[in-house]
């Protein structure tokens, strides 16, 4: 089954968060990989929690799809998969892009490469914006000596905390110059700390509202099958 | 001692300086600390997320932790 391990568990792997108490897959769309999927599913003796339900349309127009475990081994375990992650390339490019941990007892597991869960963390959430500041934070940390133009451009054009985002602004001038979603960011650095956390966050509520605007239809359309499900649950009663 | 004075900071540099798998042991660790302590495996309500729904909210009996597990095949 081709599928990118994401969410919160992604975060744990890759040092932004200590705890999260479900799982959260993308998975490819197609016939072969979804019936690959139910197989899995059937093996969890998976129930499906809510709508809507596991079909190629739902995951298609960006529905998560929500499932409980109920295998003795994984019994209880929340289960949410996707195909498409607002703001992030379709799967394929996902999927080329994707990194692998190695698991003690699970195996080689593929994971949202870090420049793509960054992405797919940028939602109208609090919590997510937590994730995103230490997911880009601890890549800078750790790799920023000798770091490469490119790594240096994603990080200007992502890092979250002024301090480091005016040290590196200051190290690279040139390169803060020319951050396209970041027009504001050389004057800001060279301004200060509360220019920087004035910007970013119009940044973020500019993010949080697009998140919003891009769920309204889904929920409404979550609401609908709701009622749906609902009324035939009645019937059958 | 934490350059900033801040113990969670310092708790995070040290977080963010594990391998992924040394990650992954800790948090399985957690999980059964929290399982313990008779923690829920179903979300807790989140007026931000678009999936607050209270069908999603149903208390369950917390056996076991998220993530990734090998599942004998019968």
């Known amino acids: 089954m081709r599928f990118l391990l994401s969410g919160g568990q992604a975060c744990i792997l890759y040092g932004a968060t200590e705890f999260s108490r479900d799982a959260d897959i993308v998975v490819l769309l197609s016939d072969e990989n979804l019936h690959a999927l139910r197989r899995a599913l059937r093996e969890l003796d998976a129930e499906q929690v809510f709508v809507p339900a596991l079909e190629p349309a739902a995951l298609h127009r960006g529905h998560a799809c929500h499932f409980r475990c109920r295998h003795s081994e994984a019994a209880g375990v929340r289960l949410d998969v996707m195909s498409v992650l607002r703001g992030c390339d379709p799967f394929p490019a996902l999927w080329e892009r994707r990194s692998k941990v190695e698991l003690p007892g699970v195996g080689e597991v593929p994971i949202l490469s870090l420049r793509d869960l960054v992405q797919s963390k940028k939602t109208q959430r609090d919590k997510d914006w937590g994730h995103v500041r230490r997911l880009v934070e601890g890549d800078y940390l750790a790799r920023k000596a000798g770091a490469a133009d490119e790594d240096v451009a994603w990080w200007l054009a992502e890092l979250r905390t002024p301090g480091y985002l005016r040290e590196l602004a200051a190290a690279y001038p040139g390169a803060a110059a020319r951050v396209a979603t970041r027009p504001w960011l050389a004057a800001a650095a060279r301004e200060g700390n509360d220019a920087l956390e004035r910007e970013l966050g119009e940044e973020e509520r500019r993010i949080r509202d697009e998140d919003r605007a891009y769920w309204q239809p889904l929920r409404q359309e979550l609401e609908r099958m709701r009622r749906t499900a609902s009324r035939r649950d009645a019937s059958r009663e | ?74």
Do not use: I, N
């Open chain 2, 1 to 74: 001692m934490a350059a900033r004075g801040d113990e969670f900071v310092d708790e995070a540099a040290e977080w963010a300086a594990m391998t992924p798998q040394e990650r992954w042991a800790w948090s399985t660790k957690l999980w059964e600390f929290y399982l313990g302590m008779g923690g829920s495996l179903d979300p807790e309500p989140d007026s931000q997320s678009p999936f607050d729904f209270e069908e999603l909210q149903r208390a369950v009996p917390p056996v076991r932790r998220a993530g990734l597990h090998s599942v004998r095949r019968d």
